[in-house]
């Protein structure tokens, strides 16, 4: 994981992280990834945007020697084999690379796109570093308390469609790999009686 910046978002900071996340990126840190962390906004497009714009900064400065970014949302759980193969494959390419995983419906958070590519989700996304910083060149920048971002993202409607910041970050990088890798995704829901049991008890009925 030697030259490979991991990039995470979490909204309440590290300690906000399921714990399995948190074991998944520490394996990858002592395996030689460098780790940059963006909290504090619930706002996805911009939390990305942000996170992408440390990322940069990092690879102008202190972690110039870095020619990967691995997205991993604090929701995930895969092994460091997994992530060493998303991130080879990423420098083999030489284009965006993604394992798969599993919305909360259980729907494969990635869509085809074109030319065999997909539009996916960023739960363990690898992007490679010129495609990065090509991006951020072409991107709108912004102020926010007296600090300069970069637009890389945003969610909205084009041609008759919602794309959200996850798709609209693949389509903006010109599509990523779907490599056929697992990853978990941790969700935790509540679970409700059904709609005969509230009714039975509405009834006064005996539960069996």
Known sequence: MKK??????????????EKETKACVLALCKLGAHRVIESGSSDVAFARSRALSFAC??????????????????????SPE???EVVDKCRELR?????????????????RWEN??????????AIPVPMLLELEARSESFELGGRAYSQFTWSGADRGQW????YRLCIELGGAVLLPLAAGHI??????????TIEAIAK???LT
Not at 4 to 17: A, F, H, I, P, Y
Not at 95 to 111: E, N, V
């Open 187 to 196: 969700k935790k829901v509540p679970i409700m009686p059904d709609d005969e």
């Open 204 to 206: 006064g009925q005996v």
């Open 116 to 125: 065999g590519l997909w539009c996916c989700g960023l739960g363990l996304f």
């Open 4 to 17: 490979t910046l991991l990039l995470m978002s979490c909204k309440d900071g590290w300690e906000s992280c």
């Open 57 to 78: 900064e990092a690879l102008r400065g202190e972690l110039a020697e870095c020619d990967v970014v691995l997205m991993v949302d604090d929701d995930m759980e895969f």
């Open 95 to 111: 284009r965006p690379t993604s394992a798969a995983y599993a919305t909360i419906t259980s729907k494969l958070a990635a869509t």
């Open 163 to 166: 794309v959200n910041e996850d």
């Open 82 to 84: 997994m992530a060493q």
